[in-house]
Structure formats: structure tokens, C-alpha cells
């Protein structure tokens, strides 16, 4: 199996990547795991107190469970992957059955910070793009899509969101194989990842 970690900051387009590679690809052949399904449960918390938890630190990721899924479809296991929502800040009851496949890409903004994971990738990737624009992105897709309001998304940016990306995802593209700008649509980068996939997949048959 080829493991591809995607990282970048929140609104890199991360998310938009992986579909642009999904689209050249046939999906039959891969998995996509997301880190933001790994956020940690906190059903001890009220509605209240979730949202003033800080989403973008290692710490509030459960690591251990992504890193047992990962392994376990590497070694041809089937895995039950938990479904997080966004508007209630915890996971559902409801889980995604993933058969392994043989490419698995992981994408998060956390998913190269993080040492016993980054070993599991065959490929690193980091998607990089400045602040302003992903500021912007964020604003445009949280209210459209998550159900915040600008007040939160700002409070959020400056009080965790800021401090996090400059402590611990920036610094995570030190770790890359390849770096992806997208201010602009990269195709290139689109298709040399793509390219990969399928010369691993004409390996792997023949
Ligand atoms: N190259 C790009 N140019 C303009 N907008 C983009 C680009 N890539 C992504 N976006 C938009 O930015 C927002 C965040 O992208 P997304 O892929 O969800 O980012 P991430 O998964 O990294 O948080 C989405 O609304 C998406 O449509
Ligand atoms: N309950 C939550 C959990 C996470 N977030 C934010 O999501 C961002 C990561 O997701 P991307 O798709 O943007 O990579 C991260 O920056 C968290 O702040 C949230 O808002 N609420």
C-alpha cells in the first residue's frame, strides 16, 4: 500500500487537493482518511464547553487511534472510522466502514507534526498558502458550511488558530517531500502527485 500524508493549514485546500487527485484517479483504488474525524470525544463536555476547546493543538487529536486505523489498513484490516461534525463539535454515533485499498492519503493540518505518523507515509505533502488567504477562505466556508458566524471564526483565529499554525503546522512542512502552492490551481503539482499514485497502481498489477 502507498501512504500519502496531506498537511497545510486550515483553508490551504488541503480537502480540494485530495478531490483534484481523486478525480484523475480511480477512486476504487483509494482511501482517504481525515483528521478532523479523529478529533477527541468529549462527551463529558457540554455544547458550551466544546467550543471554547482549542481544535488546532496536537493534543486535541487522538493520535493513538488514527495511527492504530492507519496501521490496520496497512496490514489489510478493516477499520471503523469515526464521523465528526463540525456544527456540534463531536463525533456522531454514526461510523464509515474503510476496506484497505491500495492508496491510502491522510490529510489534516496536524497530520506531519506528529512522528509515529509522519513514519507510516511513504510521501509527505505540505500545502502551503499565507495567512490572509486562508483567513479569507476560512470566513467564506465556515459560515457557508459549519455553521459559525464571523465573530467565532475570528475569535477562534486569533485566540488558538494563529498561535498553533505558527507553533506547529508551519513548522511541519520542514517534513515535506512536496510542497503545493495554491493561490493558484496547481495542476502541475495535481498531476505529479497523481502521476505517483498511478505508476505505484501499474507497479503493484504488474
Ligand atoms: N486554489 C484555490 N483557489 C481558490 N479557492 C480555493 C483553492 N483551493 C481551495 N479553495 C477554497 O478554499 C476553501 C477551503 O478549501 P479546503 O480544500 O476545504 O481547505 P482545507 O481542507 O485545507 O481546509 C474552500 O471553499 C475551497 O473551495
Ligand atoms: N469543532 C471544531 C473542530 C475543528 N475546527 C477547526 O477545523 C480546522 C481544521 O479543519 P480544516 O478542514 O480547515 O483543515 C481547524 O483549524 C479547527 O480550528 C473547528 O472550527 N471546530
Redesign the pocket.
Same mark, same amino acid.
Do not use: A, C, D, F
Given at each position: 500500500m502507498l501512504t500519502i500524508g496531506i498537511a497545510?493549514?486550515?483553508?490551504?485546500?488541503? $480537502? $480540494? @487537493?485530495v #478531490?483534484n487527485i481523486l478525480k484523475q484517479l480511480d477512486s476504487n483504488n483509494v482511501n482517504v482518511l481525515t483528521q478532523d474525524n479523529y478529533y477527541h470525544y468529549n462527551p463529558e463536555l457540554s455544547f458550551d464547553e466544546r467550543e471554547l476547546l482549542n481544535y488546532d493543538h496536537p493534543r486535541a487529536i487522538d493520535f493513538d487511534l488514527l495511527i492504530e486505523h492507519v496501521k490496520k489498513l496497512k496490514s489489510g484490516q478493516a477499520i471503523e472510522e469515526p464521523i465528526y461534525s463540525f456544527i456540534t463539535h463531536s463525533r456522531t454515533e454514526d461510523i464509515t466502514i474503510i476496506q484497505p485499498k491500495e492508496i491510502l492519503i491522510v +490529510?489534516g493540518?496536524l497530520v506531519l507534526t506528529n512522528p509515529e505518523l509522519r513514519k507510516q507515509f511513504d510521501v509527505k505533502v505540505y @500545502?502551503n @498558502?499565507d495567512s490572509d488567504e486562508?483567513l479569507i477562505?476560512?470566513i467564506?466556508?465556515d459560515i457557508? +458550511?459549519r455553521g459559525r458566524d464571523l465573530e467565532e471564526i475570528l475569535r477562534r483565529y486569533q485566540s488558538t488558530l494563529k498561535p498553533m499554525h505558527e507553533e506547529f503546522i508551519q513548522p511541519s512542512m520542514a517534513y515535506a517531500d512536496i510542497i503545493i502552492p495554491?493561490?493558484?490551481? #496547481?495542476t502541475v503539482a495535481i498531476d505529479v502527485l497523481s502521476t505517483v499514485i498511478q505508476n505505484t497502481l501499474k507497479n503493484h498489477s504488474s
Open positions: 497545510g493549514g486550515t483553508g490551504s485546500g488541503k $480537502t $480540494t @487537493v #478531490n +490529510e493540518i @500545502v @498558502v486562508r477562505r476560512r467564506r466556508r457557508q +458550511e495554491t493561490l493558484k490551481k #496547481n
